[in-house]
Protein backbone atom coordinates (compact mmCIF):
# COMPACT_ATOMS: atom_id res chain seq x y z
CA UNK A 1 0.00 0.00 0.00
CA UNK A 2 1.18 3.60 -0.88
CA UNK A 3 -0.17 5.17 2.53
CA UNK A 4 0.86 7.94 4.13
CA UNK A 5 4.50 7.56 6.45
CA UNK A 6 5.23 3.69 5.05
CA UNK A 7 8.92 4.88 4.94
CA UNK A 8 11.29 8.27 4.77
CA UNK A 9 13.11 7.04 2.10
CA UNK A 10 11.35 8.25 -0.60
CA UNK A 11 12.90 7.99 -3.90
CA UNK A 12 12.00 10.75 -6.46
CA UNK A 13 10.86 9.81 -9.90
CA UNK A 14 11.91 11.33 -13.15
CA UNK A 15 9.66 13.42 -15.19
CA UNK A 16 9.53 13.74 -19.24
CA UNK A 17 7.26 16.18 -21.16
CA UNK A 18 7.06 15.96 -24.77
CA UNK A 19 5.70 17.86 -27.35
CA UNK A 20 3.02 19.39 -24.72
CA UNK A 21 0.18 21.48 -26.47
CA UNK A 22 -2.30 23.62 -25.48
CA UNK A 23 -4.77 26.55 -26.80
CA UNK A 24 -7.45 27.92 -24.65
CA UNK A 25 -10.42 29.81 -27.12
CA UNK A 26 -7.68 29.78 -30.20
CA UNK A 27 -4.67 31.70 -28.17
CA UNK A 28 -2.28 29.00 -27.41
CA UNK A 29 -0.56 28.86 -24.01
CA UNK A 30 1.31 25.93 -24.38
CA UNK A 31 3.60 25.48 -27.73
CA UNK A 32 5.24 22.44 -28.24
CA UNK A 33 6.78 22.19 -24.31
CA UNK A 34 9.85 19.54 -23.69
CA UNK A 35 11.81 18.86 -20.77
CA UNK A 36 13.29 16.33 -18.20
CA UNK A 37 13.74 16.06 -14.93
CA UNK A 38 15.95 13.51 -13.80
CA UNK A 39 15.14 11.88 -10.65
CA UNK A 40 15.71 13.58 -6.93
CA UNK A 41 16.80 16.66 -9.39
CA UNK A 42 15.35 20.67 -8.31
CA UNK A 43 14.34 21.57 -11.40
CA UNK A 44 13.23 25.32 -11.92
CA UNK A 45 10.90 27.09 -14.64
CA UNK A 46 11.37 30.63 -14.75
CA UNK A 47 9.60 33.13 -16.45
CA UNK A 48 7.20 35.85 -16.56
CA UNK A 49 3.74 35.81 -15.91
CA UNK A 50 1.29 34.67 -18.35
CA UNK A 51 3.98 32.79 -20.14
CA UNK A 52 1.91 29.20 -18.99
CA UNK A 53 3.96 27.92 -15.98
CA UNK A 54 0.64 27.35 -14.05
CA UNK A 55 -1.05 25.84 -17.14
CA UNK A 56 1.84 23.56 -17.37
CA UNK A 57 1.99 22.45 -13.64
CA UNK A 58 -1.56 21.68 -13.69
CA UNK A 59 -1.06 19.10 -17.01
CA UNK A 60 0.90 17.42 -14.64
CA UNK A 61 -1.50 16.84 -12.02
CA UNK A 62 -4.11 16.27 -14.45
CA UNK A 63 -5.80 19.49 -13.97
CA UNK A 64 -5.89 20.23 -17.20
CA UNK A 65 -5.89 17.72 -20.79
CA UNK A 66 -3.26 18.48 -23.28
CA UNK A 67 -4.48 18.81 -27.11
CA UNK A 68 -0.62 17.31 -27.56
CA UNK A 69 2.16 15.46 -26.47
CA UNK A 70 2.61 13.15 -23.77
CA UNK A 71 3.93 13.25 -20.10
CA UNK A 72 5.94 10.37 -18.69
CA UNK A 73 6.80 9.27 -14.98
CA UNK A 74 9.69 7.00 -14.96
CA UNK A 75 9.20 5.95 -18.82
CA UNK A 76 5.73 5.22 -17.78
CA UNK A 77 3.18 7.66 -20.32
CA UNK A 78 0.51 9.21 -17.80
CA UNK A 79 -2.51 8.18 -19.75
CA UNK A 80 -5.08 7.75 -17.55
CA UNK A 81 -5.46 8.50 -13.95
CA UNK A 82 -5.02 5.02 -12.65
CA UNK A 83 -1.35 4.93 -13.87
CA UNK A 84 -1.17 8.89 -12.64
CA UNK A 85 -2.29 6.92 -9.13
CA UNK A 86 0.50 4.49 -9.33
CA UNK A 87 2.73 7.57 -8.62
CA UNK A 88 2.91 9.77 -5.97
CA UNK A 89 2.59 13.68 -6.50
CA UNK A 90 1.98 16.63 -4.62
CA UNK A 91 1.41 20.14 -5.69
CA UNK A 92 2.12 23.22 -3.09
CA UNK A 93 -0.21 25.74 -5.04
CA UNK A 94 0.48 29.51 -6.18
CA UNK A 95 -2.15 30.57 -3.00
CA UNK A 96 -0.92 27.97 -0.44
CA UNK A 97 -4.79 26.90 -0.86
CA UNK A 98 -5.22 26.12 3.09
CA UNK A 99 -9.30 26.04 3.52
CA UNK A 100 -10.27 28.96 5.65
CA UNK A 101 -12.96 26.92 7.77
CA UNK A 102 -10.66 23.86 9.34
CA UNK A 103 -7.85 24.66 11.69
CA UNK A 104 -4.27 23.98 10.35
CA UNK A 105 -4.16 20.68 11.43
CA UNK A 106 -7.22 19.53 9.89
CA UNK A 107 -5.32 21.12 6.79
CA UNK A 108 -2.74 18.80 6.34
CA UNK A 109 -4.36 15.73 7.67
CA UNK A 110 -6.92 16.34 5.27
CA UNK A 111 -6.09 13.75 2.91
CA UNK A 112 -5.46 10.92 5.14
CA UNK A 113 -9.32 11.96 7.01
CA UNK A 114 -10.88 11.93 3.62
CA UNK A 115 -9.91 8.56 2.38
CA UNK A 116 -10.24 7.33 5.82
CA UNK A 117 -6.19 5.93 5.86
CA UNK A 118 -5.78 6.20 9.91
CA UNK A 119 -7.24 6.16 12.93
CA UNK A 120 -7.41 10.17 14.53
CA UNK A 121 -5.24 9.49 16.76
CA UNK A 122 -2.21 8.65 14.17
CA UNK A 123 -3.57 11.28 12.20
CA UNK A 124 -3.17 13.95 14.48
CA UNK A 125 0.45 12.20 15.25
CA UNK A 126 1.08 12.48 11.60
CA UNK A 127 0.33 15.85 11.21
CA UNK A 128 2.28 16.97 14.04
CA UNK A 129 5.42 15.54 12.46
CA UNK A 130 4.53 16.67 9.06
CA UNK A 131 4.55 20.42 10.44
CA UNK A 132 7.54 19.76 12.65
CA UNK A 133 9.57 18.59 9.29
CA UNK A 134 8.84 22.27 7.87
CA UNK A 135 9.47 24.26 11.49
CA UNK A 136 6.15 24.71 12.36
CA UNK A 137 4.91 23.60 16.34
CA UNK A 138 1.95 24.48 18.27
CA UNK A 139 0.24 25.84 15.57
CA UNK A 140 -2.39 22.32 14.63
CA UNK A 141 -5.14 24.17 16.33
CA UNK A 142 -4.96 27.35 14.31
CA UNK A 143 -7.13 28.58 11.64
CA UNK A 144 -5.42 29.73 8.60
CA UNK A 145 -6.32 33.18 8.73
CA UNK A 146 -3.63 33.08 12.19
CA UNK A 147 -0.85 32.38 10.42
CA UNK A 148 1.69 34.63 8.53
CA UNK A 149 2.11 34.09 4.73
CA UNK A 150 5.44 32.21 5.35
CA UNK A 151 3.40 30.22 7.68
CA UNK A 152 0.75 29.44 5.44
CA UNK A 153 3.48 28.10 2.73
CA UNK A 154 4.95 25.94 5.32
CA UNK A 155 1.56 24.12 5.92
CA UNK A 156 0.78 23.51 2.40
CA UNK A 157 4.19 22.02 2.41
CA UNK A 158 3.52 19.43 5.37
CA UNK A 159 0.32 18.89 3.54
CA UNK A 160 1.72 17.99 0.51
CA UNK A 161 4.29 15.32 2.83
CA UNK A 162 1.68 13.54 3.83
CA UNK A 163 1.51 11.40 0.84
CA UNK A 164 5.38 10.81 0.82
CA UNK A 165 5.45 12.35 -2.30
CA UNK A 166 8.00 10.74 -5.13
CA UNK A 167 7.59 14.51 -7.09
CA UNK A 168 6.50 17.49 -5.51
CA UNK A 169 5.61 20.60 -7.86
CA UNK A 170 5.68 24.06 -6.19
CA UNK A 171 3.86 26.79 -7.69
CA UNK A 172 5.58 30.46 -6.58
CA UNK A 173 6.36 29.17 -3.45
CA UNK A 174 7.98 32.21 -2.06
CA UNK A 175 5.66 34.68 -3.44
CA UNK A 176 4.22 37.28 -1.18
CA UNK A 177 6.91 36.66 1.17
CA UNK A 178 9.68 37.80 2.63
CA UNK A 179 12.99 37.74 1.62
CA UNK A 180 13.47 35.89 4.74
CA UNK A 181 10.54 33.65 5.15
CA UNK A 182 11.70 33.49 0.97
CA UNK A 183 14.99 31.71 1.90
CA UNK A 184 13.85 29.37 4.65
CA UNK A 185 11.47 27.88 2.02
CA UNK A 186 14.49 27.60 -0.28
CA UNK A 187 16.30 25.66 2.48
CA UNK A 188 13.46 23.42 3.08
CA UNK A 189 13.42 22.46 -0.89
CA UNK A 190 16.86 21.72 -0.35
CA UNK A 191 16.33 20.02 2.75
CA UNK A 192 13.69 17.50 1.11
CA UNK A 193 16.13 16.72 -1.66
CA UNK A 194 18.33 15.63 0.88
CA UNK A 195 16.60 14.29 3.03
CA UNK A 196 14.15 12.08 1.46
CA UNK A 197 15.59 12.46 -2.43
CA UNK A 198 12.06 13.53 -3.90
CA UNK A 199 12.19 15.09 -7.18
CA UNK A 200 11.33 18.80 -7.14
CA UNK A 201 9.69 20.88 -9.63
CA UNK A 202 9.57 24.50 -9.25
CA UNK A 203 8.09 27.29 -10.96
CA UNK A 204 8.46 30.80 -9.80
CA UNK A 205 9.72 33.93 -11.24
CA UNK A 206 11.90 34.73 -7.83
CA UNK A 207 15.80 34.64 -9.39
CA UNK A 208 17.05 34.04 -6.20
CA UNK A 209 15.22 31.21 -4.79
CA UNK A 210 15.89 30.12 -8.79
CA UNK A 211 19.68 30.08 -8.24
CA UNK A 212 19.55 29.26 -4.92
CA UNK A 213 18.27 25.92 -5.39
CA UNK A 214 17.90 24.70 -8.92
CA UNK A 215 20.29 21.82 -10.47
CA UNK A 216 18.44 23.16 -13.79
CA UNK A 217 16.66 25.62 -15.01
CA UNK A 218 14.36 26.14 -17.28
CA UNK A 219 13.18 29.67 -18.89
CA UNK A 220 9.95 30.20 -20.68
CA UNK A 221 8.55 32.75 -22.70
CA UNK A 222 4.98 32.92 -24.47
CA UNK A 223 4.32 29.16 -24.09
CA UNK A 224 7.92 27.95 -25.19
CA UNK A 225 10.84 26.93 -23.40
CA UNK A 226 13.64 29.48 -24.75
CA UNK A 227 16.34 27.58 -22.77
CA UNK A 228 17.45 24.73 -20.28
CA UNK A 229 20.68 24.69 -18.08
CA UNK A 230 22.71 25.09 -14.88
CA UNK A 231 22.50 28.17 -13.13
CA UNK A 232 25.67 29.08 -14.65
CA UNK A 233 24.87 28.03 -18.04
CA UNK A 234 21.61 30.10 -18.08
CA UNK A 235 22.81 32.78 -16.64
CA UNK A 236 25.39 33.01 -19.86
CA UNK A 237 22.68 32.02 -22.71
CA UNK A 238 22.94 35.02 -24.65
CA UNK A 239 19.23 35.57 -26.18
CA UNK A 240 17.68 38.85 -25.52
CA UNK A 241 14.79 36.89 -24.18
CA UNK A 242 16.25 35.28 -21.89
CA UNK A 243 18.91 38.19 -20.57
CA UNK A 244 15.89 40.81 -20.70
CA UNK A 245 13.74 38.36 -18.26
CA UNK A 246 17.12 37.64 -15.81
CA UNK A 247 17.96 41.01 -15.36
CA UNK A 248 15.46 43.08 -15.30
CA UNK A 249 15.99 46.24 -12.77
CA UNK A 250 14.91 50.06 -12.77
CA UNK A 251 15.75 52.55 -14.90
CA UNK A 252 17.45 54.12 -12.20
CA UNK A 253 20.60 55.96 -12.69
CA UNK A 254 23.33 55.22 -10.89
N1 LIG B 1 -8.62 27.90 -17.79
C1 LIG B 1 -8.17 28.85 -18.61
N2 LIG B 1 -8.93 29.33 -19.61
C2 LIG B 1 -8.45 30.26 -20.47
N3 LIG B 1 -7.23 30.79 -20.40
C3 LIG B 1 -6.42 30.36 -19.42
C4 LIG B 1 -6.83 29.38 -18.48
N4 LIG B 1 -5.82 29.15 -17.61
C5 LIG B 1 -4.82 29.97 -18.01
N5 LIG B 1 -5.15 30.70 -19.08
C6 LIG B 1 -4.30 31.66 -19.80
O1 LIG B 1 -3.07 31.03 -20.06
C7 LIG B 1 -1.99 31.95 -19.96
C8 LIG B 1 -0.93 31.40 -19.03
O2 LIG B 1 -1.45 31.39 -17.70
P1 LIG B 1 -0.62 30.83 -16.47
O3 LIG B 1 -1.52 30.89 -15.29
O4 LIG B 1 -0.03 29.52 -16.82
O5 LIG B 1 0.53 31.91 -16.35
P2 LIG B 1 1.77 31.90 -15.35
O6 LIG B 1 3.00 31.76 -16.19
O7 LIG B 1 1.54 30.90 -14.29
O8 LIG B 1 1.72 33.39 -14.76
P3 LIG B 1 2.00 33.93 -13.24
O9 LIG B 1 3.49 34.08 -13.18
O10 LIG B 1 1.32 35.26 -13.24
O11 LIG B 1 1.44 32.95 -12.27
C9 LIG B 1 -2.61 33.27 -19.54
O12 LIG B 1 -2.76 34.06 -20.69
C10 LIG B 1 -3.95 32.87 -18.95
O13 LIG B 1 -4.89 33.88 -19.12
MG1 LIG C 1 1.16 31.01 -12.20
Do not use: C, W
Not at 96 to 113: P, R
Not at 223 to 236: A, H, M, S, W, Y
Not at 242 to 252: G, P, S, T
Amino acid sequence: MNGPNQNHNTSGVGLVVRGLRKSFDGQEVLRDINFEVRPGEIFVIMGPSGSGKSVLLKHLIGLEEADAGEILINGDPITTPEIAAKYRMALVFQSGALLSSLTVGENVGLYMTEHRLRSPEEIERIVTEKLADVGLTDIVHKMPSELSGGMKKRAAIARALVIEPQLILYDEPTSELDPVSAVVIGDEILELKRRIGVTSLVVSHDRDLAFGVADRIAVMGEGRILTIGTPDEVKNFKDPQVQNFLNADFKREK
